[in-house]
């Protein structure tokens, strides 16, 4: 059985800073995709990045250079790192774990809120 869970979501004002771990539990982690989808109000859930087993790095456009996404395979928890944060970056943002095999697991989210 695997489960995900995010944490470390919250209100910020622009220009601050959140870290967002997500936890899994498992015996996937070190050898799956991990990475972080958002989902604003009336949008589609986009990706924001991501980390391969062997450390590829994939950011969407609009993060590069704001977010950094970091894996501890021995803790089982990969990291979302973000600053300089806009308006704009206000979602749920969901944890996932792309397995070997393509399956995808999806933890349940946490509301990132960006306003002053």
């Known amino acids: ?12 004002q622009p220009g601050g800073s959140l870290r967002l ?7 996937i982690f070190s ?15 986009d990706l924001v ?6 450390g590829r790095l994939n950011y ?9 996404i970091s894996r501890d395979n021995a803790k089982n928890t990969v990291y979302l790192q973000m600053n300089s944060l806009k308006p704009e970056d206000t979602a ?3 944890c996932y774990a792309r397995t070997v095999g393509n399956y995808v697991y ?7 809120t960006v306003s002053s």
């Open 60 to 68: 969407a456009d609009s993060v590069k250079g704001r977010f950094t």
């Open 49 to 54: 990045a991501e980390i391969s087993s062997g």
């Open 21 to 27: 771990s997500c936890a899994a539990s498992g015996s």
């Open 31 to 45: 050898t799956s995709t991990m990475g972080w989808y958002r989902q604003g109000p009336g949008k589609q859930r």
């Open 92 to 94: 749920v943002y969901y």
């Open 1 to 12: 059985q695997v489960s995900l869970v995010e944490s470390g979501g919250g209100l910020v």
């Open 106 to 112: 999806w933890g349940p989210g946490t509301q990132v």
